[in-house]
């Protein structure tokens, strides 16, 4: 079953403006995820359910939210892993 991919302006955005490895290894990440919404690499964030985090090379992240009832994954982050990541995206740890 495929799951559509939905993201805003600052998500294309934060994608462009990745180094080229980094960039292209990110858009072979997203778009999998249509199919494979949970990769074996992925980690689900903490007590934040469906929320899912994915290491990329040097040091970068893609965050993302599955939405089940919907079919729909929410794009919400790709960029360089900052300290304070998850609390900029309101997903602190508790």
Do not use: C
């Not at 199919?35 to 903490?46: F, H, M, Q, V, Y």
């Amino acid at each position: 079953m495929l799951y559509r991919l939905r993201y805003d302006r600052r998500f294309m955005r934060q994608l462009e403006a990745l180094p080229g490895d980094v960039r292209s290894v990110a858009r072979q990440q997203v778009q999998a995820l249509a199919s494979n919404p949970r990769p074996t690499r992925a980690k689900e964030l903490g007590k934040h359910t469906g929320y899912f985090r994915l290491w990329l090379p040097r040091n970068y992240r893609l965050v993302w939210l599955i939405l089940e009832d919907e079919q729909v994954i929410d794009l919400l982050y790709v960029g360089p892993k900052l300290p304070d990541l998850y609390e900029r995206l309101g997903l602190g740890r508790e």
